[in-house]
């Protein structure tokens, strides 16, 4: 028979959990830590306290400050203590959760090996213990590493295993990410409509359960498919969207990524100094938080939005900011914008032969990372240099490839090819610029050709087409300045 006072305590203790569960989903993250905090108190309290639940309920709290307050000092910290004073029993169940947690930890500081071993070990127990859940959560953020060092086979492979046993134990919060991160790789692979479809799956998801992080994050991704095939002003408002549904849970790295995102959408526009603010912002916060990822691509972008602005000095220091975050990293997918941020610079510079010789390493990065948008940009550059050194006698290029407009011509044609093929209708427009300048006469090609400036105005009339129904001002006033 169970005592009055010991049922009231333990309905206490399920009451406060529960309630804190739902704290959590909806984005409430202060009120679900003061709820699991009092749990454990009243855990604690009398002769005989339950050390499993406990140390579930603690598993929980570290978890929340993980991913709904970005505290990875505190998240790390109570998991550490716990696994201190863990007995054997305690440990067979809840060993695999910590574990994850600081897999996670450490992914997002950047320490992928020593994440990956952490994930595994968990992987290991949780198939032992034959829990579907948690083997579908850990195939995730095994996933996520992969994704994270640019080996999209493996990271497809994993959320695709996750999603799959997910989907049977009707875990509906983890299989809204699986989905949404099958979508971001089929978004890098330049799938962009494969990419929607599994963005507007996890949201159907997420706002089925309420999951405001999830709606949040979700929608940033959705604004990053409409940026990709050219819509900058509807990319603008999911980016916004998701910045207001975030901030209502105070997720810092999702209102971040937004910032940055939002810088991306402006530096497209030619609106360099409001892409800057917003970048500002996040490598403030990314900052505070210690986001290792986030701190290099804001550099990153900071560079490219001041080679934009023609301040090459600044542009160089941040660049090579982020060259030494990224440089012996395996994220390859960030080295390569990187060394694009480089051959921007060298062109904006007018020295065309470093140009074309970062754009060149850029592109041979992405024969292994397979991201279109990169290849595409590689490539264009690439066509840009060699049109320079062409009619440059004073650069001269190092190997035995001898610069012509031809060449400039073909890479400019396979940049537009690719652009056309995956639908990307900003890097299409661009590419377009690039090749219309080339064909059109100019002091450089004299004598040309009727047919040659038809195929400039040509060139030139559908990337001013592109341009203007993406709002992409500065890039239109390009076109319009060299059709004049």
């Not at 949040?216 to 604004?223: A, E, F, K, L, R």
């Not at 914008?337 to 140009?355: N, Q, R, T, V």
Request: glycine content about 8%; proline content about 1%.
């Amino acid at each position: 028979m169970i005592k009055t006072g010991n049922l009231r305590k333990q309905l206490l203790i399920d009451a406060l959990e529960g309630r804190a569960n739902v704290y959590r989903l909806i984005g409430e993250y202060d009120e679900a830590i003061q709820d699991y905090q009092k749990a454990i108190f009243w855990c604690k309290k009398g002769t005989k306290p339950d050390s499993l639940l406990i140390a579930n309920l603690i598993i929980h709290l570290a978890d929340i400050f993980r991913e709904g307050k970005n505290d990875y000092d505190k998240s790390a910290m109570l998991i550490k203590k716990l696994f201190n004073r863990m007995s054997k029993k305690n440990k067979n169940a809840l060993y695999p959760l910590g574990l994850n947690i600081l897999g996670i930890i450490l992914t997002h500081r950047g320490r992928y090996k020593q994440a990956l071993e952490y994930h595994k070990k968990a992987l290991s127990i949780n198939k032992k213990l034959k829990d579907k859940t948690e083997t579908g959560k850990t195939y995730l953020v095994i996933g996520d590493i992969y994704y994270y060092t640019g080996d999209f086979t493996n990271a497809l492979k994993y959320y695709k295993k996750s999603a799959t046993i997910l989907k049977t134990t009707g875990n509906k919060t983890n299989l809204d990410i699986a989905y949404n991160n099958i979508g971001s790789i089929y978004y890098d692979q330049g799938k962009s409509f494969m990419a929607l479809k599994y963005y507007k799956r996890s949201l159907n998801i997420s706002e089925k359960i309420e999951s405001k992080l999830d709606i949040g994050v979700t929608c940033g991704n959705i604004g990053t498919v409409y940026h990709s095939i050219g819509n900058l002003d509807i990319a603008l408002k999911y980016y916004e969207k998701s910045i207001n549904i975030l901030k209502q849970i105070d997720y810092k790295i999702g209102i971040t990524t937004g910032y940055n995102n939002l810088g991306a959408a402006y530096y497209d526009k030619g609106r360099f100094h409001t892409a800057l603010r917003y970048y500002r912002k996040s490598l403030s916060t990314f900052q505070e938080i210690g986001y290792y990822l986030g701190i290099g691509l804001v550099y990153l972008k900071m560079g490219q939005a001041y080679t934009g602005l023609r301040n090459f000095s600044r542009a160089d220091k941040y660049l090579k900011l982020a060259e030494k975050i990224f440089m012996g990293n395996p994220n390859k997918k960030i080295l390569s914008k990187i060394y694009i941020g480089f051959s921007e610079l060298y062109y904006g510079k007018k020295d065309y032969e470093g140009a074309f010789k970062h754009a060149n390493k850029a592109l041979s990065l992405t024969r292994e990372t397979k991201i279109i948008e990169q290849k595409i940009s590689a490539l264009r550059l690439m066509g840009k240099a060699i049109k320079c050194l062409t009619h440059n006698t004073g650069h001269t290029m190092q190997d035995k490839a001898i610069p012509s407009t031809k060449k400039a011509i073909s890479y400019l044609e396979e940049s537009i090819a690719l652009a056309r093929r995956y639908n990307m209708k900003l890097e299409l427009a661009k590419s377009l610029y690039e090749l219309g300048k080339v064909y059109l006469p100019s002091r450089e090609t004299e004598n040309a050709k009727g047919e040659t400036e038809k195929k400039a105005l040509r060139y030139l009339k559908e990337a001013a087409e592109i341009f203007k129904k993406a709002g992409a001002e500065l890039w239109l006033k390009k076109v319009k300045n060299l059709i004049a």
